[in-house]
Antibody, heavy 119, light 107 residues
Framework: QMQLQESGPGLVKPSETLSLTCSVS?????????WGWIRQPPGKGLEWIGS???????YYNVSLQSRLTLSLDTSKNQFSLKLGSVSASDTAIYFC????????????WGQGTQVIVSS | EVVMTQSPVTLSVSPGERATLFCRAS??????VAWYQQKPGLAPRLLIY???TRATGVPPRFSGSGSGTEFTLTIDSLQSEDFAVYFC?????????FGQGTKLEIK
């Protein structure tokens, strides 16, 4: 059974880079799926951030692409997110998930990790 | 950008009854819509994709319908575990935008 688990700092200073990693168990990240990131600001809905395919192609939300980098580490069976120049509006719960499509049909998801941008 | 508008914001229904949740797209998205369930403190769970196809393990009391811009998620004979927040998502365009959610609460 595939499981995903996010990790990373819970507090990031404004203007710095947010870095998160998603560890996958029960499935090899280079075997298939799109590996996605979705976030949920406090009390709000969900926003697709971006995805990376099993062979390393990246797909970014246009509103974030100038600050966003996704990568895949097949040796560790992980994928990662780096979001630069963060501000308070980047405060959210960040989820990683496995998608059948690059931006949808995500299942399963990780449990989510809270990220607060504050000095 | 396709905007997804869900209604109502909150729906109060008694256990055992039927709940009907709505999602409207700002433009036609053909059949590219999915529904997710999210319980407090947990990650969303995929329920439905392609308007009406249930994801693996989803009980048949969950059904989806609609086309174009109007979509519906129906939950028959509500169980206690069904009270949660439900999101629709379109994947017709690049952004894969989500609705703001409908909170299904116990009446």
């Amino acid at each position: 059974q595939m499981q995903l688990q996010e990790s990373g700092p819970g507090l990031v200073k404004p203007s710095e880079t947010l870095s998160l990693t998603c560890s996958v168990s029960g499935y090899s990240v280079n075997s298939g799926y799109y590996w996605g990131w979705i976030r949920q600001p406090p009390g709000k809905g969900l926003e697709w951030i971006g995805s990376i395919s099993h062979d390393g192609d990246t797909y970014y939300n246009v509103s974030l692409q100038s600050r966003l980098t996704l990568s895949l580490d097949t040796s560790k069976n992980q994928f990662s997110l780096k979001l630069g120049s963060v501000s308070a509006s980047d405060t959210a719960i960040y989820f990683c998930a496995a998608g059948i499509l690059r931006n949808a049909r995500f299942d399963p998801w990780g449990q989510g990790t809270q990220v607060i941008v504050s000095s | 950008e396709v905007v997804m508008t869900q209604s109502p914001v909150t729906l109060s229904v008694s256990p055992g009854e039927r709940a009907t949740l709505f999602c409207r797209a700002s433009q036609s998205i053909t059949s590219s819509v999915a529904w997710y369930q999210q319980k407090p403190g947990l990650a969303p769970r995929l329920l439905i994709y392609g308007v009406s196809t249930r994801a693996t393990g989803v009980p048949p009391r969950f059904s989806g319908s609609g086309s174009g811009t109007e979509f519906t998620l129906t939950i028959d004979s509500l169980q206690s575990e069904d009270f949660a927040v439900y999101f629709c998502q379109q994947y017709h365009d690049w952004l894969g935008t989500f609705g703001q959610g409908t909170k299904l609460e116990i009446k």
